[in-house]
Structures are given as structure tokens and as C-alpha cells.
Nanobody, 116 residues
Framework: QVHLVESGGGLVQTGGSLRLSCAAS????????VNWYRQVPGKQREWVAH???????NYADSVKGRFTISRDNAKNTVYLEANSLKPEDTANYYC??????????WGLGTQVTVSS
């Protein structure tokens, strides 16, 4: 069974940066897209960014220009580089791998806390 593990979260001051990672425990074949989400307790989950099999990327307006999604296929890992962090970026960040036949793999998340 494949597991996704996010890491790289932590406490950072406003304006700081973090590099989040989402690593699959083994190769997932036929990946269609990988998404990053974030959620604050008591609030709805928010989509943050995605990267497709073809390398196309897209971002939520709230993070566009500050966050960058990328991947390393050899390491079965997708990254989310988060720069110019704001207190409103505080959340649990987690990833989802979706295969071309529609199967989803989810991670449990990594906490990002941005202090003002």
C-alpha cells in the first residue's frame, strides 16, 4: 500500500519561507495530477496548487506569485515552495495524488504556522 508523507512545515515569521514536501512511499504509476490543499480547523479545505502529469501548474489566487509547486519523479516527491508567508497562510497543508483512473492517495499533512 502506498502512503503519502508530508514534511517541511513549522513555525516561521511573516515574510519567511518554507519548503514543503510530499513523498510517496513507493512509485505511483499513471499519476494524472498532484494537488496541495490547506485547512484551518473549523474552516473549509482550500485548494492551493496543482501540477499535472505534463508539468502544467496552477495556483490559488491567494498564493499566486508566492508559492511554487514542483516535482521530482525519481524521488516520488512533490514540493511546495512557500515564500513571503503571511499569518493567513497558517494551516495544515496536505497533498493528494490522483491517478489517471481516478484513484486518490492522501497524506495527513504538515502544519505551517506563520507568526505576525
Amino acid at each position: 500500500q502506498v502512503h503519502l508523507v508530508e514534511s517541511g512545515g513549522g513555525l516561521v515569521q511573516t515574510g519567511g519561507s518554507l519548503r514543503l514536501s510530499c513523498a510517496a512511499s513507493k512509485t505511483i504509476f499513471n499519476i494524472n495530477v498532484v494537488n496541495w490543499y490547506r485547512q484551518v480547523p473549523g474552516k473549509q479545505r482550500e485548494w492551493v496548487a496543482h501540477i499535472t502529469d505534463g508539468g502544467d501548474t496552477n495556483y490559488a489566487d491567494s498564493v499566486k506569485g508566492r508559492f511554487t509547486i514542483s516535482r521530482d519523479n525519481a524521488k516520488n516527491t512533490v514540493y511546495l515552495e512557500a515564500n513571503s508567508l503571511k499569518p493567513e497562510d497558517t494551516a495544515n497543508y496536505y497533498c493528494r495524488f490522483t491517478t489517471k483512473n481516478g484513484y486518490d492517495y492522501w497524506g495527513l499533512g504538515t502544519q505551517v504556522t506563520v507568526s505576525s
